[in-house]
């Protein structure tokens, strides 16, 4: 919280670039289908938050937009593509995933359900496994040095030179 008690978001891209804070409430959390979203996003659909009228700050370097059509905006880290904004007329949202927490901001709606892909709804009946189940894995998985930042604010990023 801040010090007149609003709510403090903070989140950034995977390799560290580019950092946000969010000060005040956010909007409407959603979930996009249409096709324009699922290409910027490179997934099944867009989960996106509006910042609409709360304070955001960019903490460390800014994306770079791509103009996706004559309306919208979207910015993404230009070191590694990660998605962080989509740009409207009536204002910014910012990509749940992007955030440190993000099960923190739940969905409400869906848009774009005419594009909506015909496998999502089932894929929670999917059968689904922890990462360390599988135990072929193993040699690969002791040897993976991960350069993700962390899902916290850092003085610097990275934290050393990488290989």
């Known amino acids: 919280m801040s010090l007149d008690n609003r709510p403090i978001y903070t989140g950034g891209c995977q390799c560290g670039a580019v950092r ?4 005040g409430a956010l909007g409407d959390a959603s979930i996009c289908h249409c096709r324009m979203c699922q290409k910027a ?5 867009a989960p996106l938050v509006s910042v609409r009228g709360a304070k955001l700050d960019w903490t460390r ?3 770079k937009y791509f103009a996706s ?3 919208v905006d979207r ?3 230009a070191n590694c593509g990660t998605p962080l904004t989509f740009t409207a007329p009536d204002g910014v949202g910012l990509a749940i995933g992007a955030f440190d927490n993000p099960a923190e901001i ?3 709606i869906q848009w774009g359900t ?9 894929i929670p009946q999917l059968p689904g496994e922890d990462t ?8 690969y998985l002791a040897e993976l040095v991960s350069y993700q930042h962390p899902d916290h604010d850092t003085e610097q990023w990275p934290p050393e030179e990488r290989p």
């Open 114 to 122: 005419e594009a909506k892909l015909p496998y999502v709804d089932t």
């Open 106 to 108: 739940v969905p409400l």
């Open 61 to 63: 370097g800014e994306p």
């Open 20 to 23: 946000f804070r969010v000060e």
């Open 41 to 45: 996003f490179g997934s099944f659909y």
């Open 69 to 71: 059509s004559s309306h």
């Open 75 to 77: 910015g993404f880290c």
């Open 132 to 139: 360390m189940a599988d135990m072929s894995s193993a040699p």
